[in-house]
């Protein structure tokens, strides 16, 4: 549950970070863009194709981690009150959004099956893990992601 929490907190605290910058959001999201475009070694056919699928994907995974967020969060805040039957209405409603999340994957894993070689869909699950890895590294160092984001992909890149 930790590791969720910091994977779902990550982005905002990244976006804090970086709030003395005109426009942060649109950094982190095209250091994130040169990021996996370099791991996957995308061709601009293949970035073309991609990236309004991988978005897509993203904004979907997003509402699901957002709907499960709120569900903790009711029950931290209010979980002393609740009855029995909205705790277990809250837990079936997670557990639900859990295989919709399944399901979401499967279905954007053919549709990443459609457009890039196999040996690149596979290499885009790798690039996930080692971009948040990156960036939680990053953030504990207090600031090579927003001289990272500024100046693109960096010589240190490599070093994932």
């Known amino acids: 549950m930790k590791k969720l929490l910091s994977l779902l907190i990550l982005p905002v605290l990244m976006i804090s970070s ?25 061709t601009s056919q293949e970035a073309s194709r991609f990236w309004p699928i991988y978005n897509e994907f993203q904004e979907k995974k997003n509402q699901i981690q957002l709907e499960k967020m709120r569900i903790n969060r009711d029950f931290n805040q209010n979980g002393l009150n609740m009855t029995d039957k909205e705790m277990t209405d809250a837990g079936d409603k997670f557990i639900a959004l859990e295989m919709q999340s399944s399901s979401l994957a499967l279905e954007y894993h053919k549709k990443f099956k459609e457009i890039l070689p196999p040996v690149k869909v596979l290499k885009l699950y790798q690039a996930e893990n080692q971009y948040r890895i990156q960036l939680l590294q990053e953030l504990k ?15 240190g890149q490599d070093e994932i």
């Open 18 to 42: 970086l709030s003395g910058q005109e426009k942060p959001r649109e950094r982190l999201e095209a250091y994130k863009i040169a990021f996996f475009t370099k791991k996957l070694e995308l």
């Open 141 to 155: 160092q207090n600031g090579p992601v927003r001289n990272n984001i500024r100046k693109g992909l960096g010589a």
